[in-house]
């Protein structure tokens, strides 16, 4: 009869069980909303429409794109040896280790648990002081006891489910982030390199500048002896040519300074880089093509702001699976235990289990939860706007860095041609100047003229070269 009892009792809890999980996975599935990507409205993104080219720039591999052997070694190294690359990569595994620990709620908490107790009476008893005898089971007692404690909640609602998916967003964005650090270190080791010789070029043309001032005013001083120049003349001579002297410290400073941020760039202390020049640098054509604005979603910054959009969805579903009940299965104890020394103890008479189920609905909890959840909603919205405004900055990036790149290709042949002009200006005043036919006024500002435009010259070059890096990284190339 007891039998029986216990058999349709353990029927219905069976049905009630199965019942409660079926009507529960049900409801779940209305507490959950599917992640859907808020995509990039690449329409009118950038201010003038771009010819559309498939084949990106950014999809074209760093080792391609820069071709100075020196650079290439340079940016393979930093990408080794950069310690914010070490640092990344580091936050990467964190991220990992998150992500197993949200995923290991899934399964069932396990513990081991053992105990042995003895007892031995005093010798006598107690109440009446007569002795004990020692063959008595009161007076000396053995019990031994092995078994497992396990718990599990099951994740009816979702709740624990989103919690792992945006660990696994959080995850993906470190990897963005990863991404981030390294097109930017790309570009900022090239940019380093390219400033670097355009220094050295500079230091080159104010040398050859001084050159051709210190012969100018050993001329004057000669007309000076001859009577045709004044003094008047060589000192502005002098003056000029002490003027120009001045810069070169300044300018060996500035390359020594940028030698020492790349070595620090590259995980290295600081000392001397070794480099071409930046007359051998080719600079990209036609950047123009190749940056259709849907690629931008190929940006890590766009990436990030996405898996951080995507993270606070889904804690948001969590957030709001919070206020249904969560269900635990739990086992007080279930293993073995005896009392009859250790040699019977894995007897199957000796083996129990205590197994429980319950169901935890939150009731006094409902305003803490009612602001989690308006929180979560909110941060979720933040994410969202930071996206849209993430994806609009990128379009102005690359809108600007087209724009810088245009202007510096235009002043290209205009700048050929002062340039070309001012040297033989130079060439004829120096002539003239030996004749006594021009004053020193006129060679002093065709010398400072040339110069003015070498130098500009130079960072027209440096320009384009940082606009094509700059766009390399704008539209997330380097990723490998």
């Not at 859907?36 to 690449?42: A, M, T, V």
């Not at 001329?219 to 003094?231: C, N, R």
Request: include cysteine.
């Amino acid at each position: 009869m007891f039998k029986e009892r216990s058999m349709k009792n353990r029927k219905i809890n069976g049905f009630v069980l199965s019942g409660l999980i079926a009507l529960t996975g049900l409801s779940s599935c209305q507490v959950m909303n599917r992640y859907k990507s808020p995509g990039i409205d690449s329409e009118n993104l950038y201010r003038d429409e771009q010819p559309v080219d498939t084949n990106t720039i950014a999809n074209i591999p760093w080792q391609e794109y820069f071709q100075d052997p020196f650079l290439q070694s340079y940016i393979q190294e930093a990408l080794t040896h950069n310690y914010d690359m070490l640092i990344v990569q580091e936050r990467i595994k964190q991220a990992e280790a998150a992500l197993g620990m949200a995923r290991a709620a899934y399964f069932p908490e396990l513990a081991l648990t053992a105990q042995a107790n003895q007892t031995r009476l005093s010798s006598a008893d107690p109440l009446t002081g007569a002795p004990r005898e020692r063959n008595s089971l009161a007076y000396h007692t053995e019990k031994y006891s092995l078994g497992i404690v396990a718990s599990w909640e099951l994740d009816l609602w979702g709740k624990m489910n989103r919690q792992s998916r945006a660990k696994y967003a959080q995850m993906l964005n470190s990897y963005a982030g990863r991404n981030l650090m390294q097109t930017s270190l790309v570009s900022n080791v090239a940019n380093t390199y390219y400033s670097l010789l355009a220094l050295d070029e500079q230091l080159a043309v104010t040398n050859h500048m001084i050159v051709l001032m210190e012969e100018n005013l050993e001329t004057t001083e000669a007309l000076l002896e001859a009577g045709s120049a004044t003094g008047a003349a060589v000192e502005q001579m002098r003056a000029a040519l002490s003027s120009t002297k001045t810069s070169i410290p300044d300018l060996e400073s500035s390359i020594r300074q940028l030698e020492n941020a790349i070595c620090v760039m590259l995980g290295r202390k600081p000392g001397r880089i070794v480099r071409s020049s930046i007359a051998s640098q080719k600079v990209p054509t036609n950047l123009s093509h190749g940056v259709p604005a849907q690629m931008l979603a190929r940006r890590p910054d766009v990436n990030q702001a996405e898996l951080e959009f995507r993270s606070a969805f889904e804690l948001t579903n969590a957030a709001r699976a919070s206020f249904y009940p969560s269900v635990t299965l739990s086992t007080g104890l279930i293993g073995y235990s005896t009392a009859n020394g250790l040699s019977q103890f894995f007897k199957p008479e000796n083996l129990f289990a205590n197994i429980v189920g319950g169901m935890t609905q939150p009731l006094f909890a409902r305003k803490q939860l009612l602001t989690q959840l308006k929180v979560a909603k909110s941060d979720q919205q933040i994410a969202l706007l930071n996206f849209e405004k993430t994806v609009l900055t990128a379009g102005q990036e690359v809108s600007d860095v087209l724009d810088t790149y245009e202007s510096s290709v235009k002043k290209n042949a205009d700048r050929g041609i002062q340039v070309e002009s001012l040297t033989k200006a130079v060439s004829y005043t120096q002539e003239l100047l030996k004749a006594g036919e021009v004053t020193y006024l006129e060679v002093l500002s065709a010398q400072q003229g040339l110069l003015e435009a070498q130098l500009n010259q130079v960072s027209d070059k440096l320009q384009q070269l940082q606009a094509s890096s700059d766009l390399y990284r704008a539209l997330g190339g380097g990723i490998e």
